[in-house]
């Protein structure tokens, strides 16, 4: 049981896995699959439930769609924290720069290092 919702732990595939992200779309599980796998990570990918259904509010209503097909991602390390890693710098990119909350969110298509506001030195 996580101590709180930043770190949660689930066993995947019979796996005791630290989770990474619930419910995501294929294309952004295959993102993080290849982001931790390339910071060798051991990364668990599996379907998510489907969300519990609401039944119809009269017989004659027509059935509601299907949800979309979403995804776990988990890694084996239970002491991954995606927060921690992000803001700790310790996750690189392929071409080694260093994974920033903009490229982990898939907001930049690429990685650039920024210099942490602490190390910026002081302008008054």
Known sequence: MAINQNHLFDDLDGVKCAIVEKNCKPERAE????????NHYTVVVVKSPPPKAAAPATP??????APPETFTVGVTDVTF???NAIFG??????GGHIVTLKYWQQK???AHDEI???EK????
Do not use: C, I, Q, S
């Open 31 to 38: 993102f993080l699959r290849k982001l931790l796998t390339y």
């Open 60 to 65: 004659d209503a027509p059935p509601p769609p």
């Open 81 to 83: 924290n995606a927060t």
């Open 89 to 94: 710098r310790l996750l690189h990119a392929p």
């Open 108 to 110: 930049e298509k690429v």
């Open 116 to 118: 942490p506001y602490f």
């Open 121 to 124: 030195g002081n302008t008054w």
